[in-house]
């Protein structure tokens, strides 16, 4: 089991920036990926970004250039820096945690809501 826990989520400006964090806990040490996926109330939720254990990065094309991933193994943590925010960024930001053969953990979600 891993239990995630999301914080860093508030209300900005169209504009500004934020941080998310994600601390795990439990069985880490499967851990092969981790992420942050974001869901708008009434669609689907939708991959924002990744990191795999060597370093390897993916990104939604909308949050190109403007967001990045980036994680801690000392702190067992991800980070999801969120730069240039938009309106359309506004949602429920979700911390995943991708373990082999094991499957997939979700933290509880936390609020991001730009103001335009």
């Known amino acids: 089991q891993v239990q995630l826990v999301e914080s860093g989520g508030g209300l900005v400006q169209a504009g500004g920036s934020l941080t998310l964090s994600c601390a795990a806990s439990?069985?880490?040490?499967?851990?092969?990926?981790m992420g942050w996926f974001r869901q708008v109330l009434g669609k689907q939720r939708e991959l924002v970004a990744t990191?795999?254990?060597?370093?390897?990065?993916v990104y939604a094309d909308s949050v190109k250039g403007r967001f990045a991933i980036s994680r801690d193994a000392a702190k067992n943590a991800v980070y999801l820096q969120m730069n240039s925010l938009k309106p359309e960024d506004t949602a429920v930001y979700y911390c995943?945690?991708?373990?082999?053969?094991?499957?997939?953990?979700w933290g509880q979600g936390t609020q991001v809501t730009v103001s335009s």
């Open positions: 995943n945690a991708y373990l082999v053969l094991v499957g997939t953990y």
């Open positions: 439990g069985s880490i040490s499967g851990i092969n990926a």
């Open positions: 990191i795999r254990n060597g370093g390897n990065t």
